[in-house]
């Protein structure tokens, strides 16, 4: 059995940045499934959970802003860290002032979304540990606006606002089918120790302003 989750959430700005323009950023229309795992996950983490995205309900016509942001042309490299960890190094650093870059953002404003997720149980899982307990310490938190840290809507920069919404779902005002085209879905790390990270794409479809996620086709 699993224990469902309903969470409200809306902020001024977002940016679900697009993975073929990630240098000049522009964002989806909507908020990706891996955004919205990563806002629960923010609320409450633990490695005996995983947190799967069912549907999200979109509220807002999405309404794009051109922003410019300070960004850096380089970051320091995994090599860099090592050599420091072995003491091959002394520091692993980089200067912002000497890479520092204006680019343009497209960002989405006045975003409204509410999240139905559930949780499933992994390997990390102790004997005390159960759905339950975890389902109430989920709600229980939402209810009070805790987190681990800041909620965000892509980038650090667009806070996340949040609560645990409770009762019936309202019908969106968006009407209609709409193709949004291939979006990420999440990243795959179960080769994570070989050095394979996967991203993985699906065909959204947003049907009256709500977004099924329970039976799509996944692609790498």
Known sequence: MSYGIKAEVWGDYALFTRPELKVERMSYDVITPSAARGILEAVMWKPAIRYVIDKIHVYNEPEFA??????VSEKISC???ESVM???KDKACVYTQEIIQQRNSTVLKNVHYIIEAHFEMTDEAGERDNEVKF??????RLEKGQCYHQPYFGCREFPAKFRAFEGKIPESP???????????????YSKSKKGEIQPVFFRCIMQDGVIDL??????K
């Open 66 to 71: 051109n922003i410019k942001r300070n960004e």
């Open 79 to 81: 090599k860099d860290i």
């Open 86 to 88: 072995k003491g091959k």
């Open 135 to 140: 389902h109430e310490m989920i709600l229980r």
């Open 174 to 188: 968006l009407k209609g089918t709409r193709d949004l085209g291939f979006m990420l879905y999440d990243m795959d």
């Open 214 to 219: 329970t039976n799509v086709k996944k692609v």
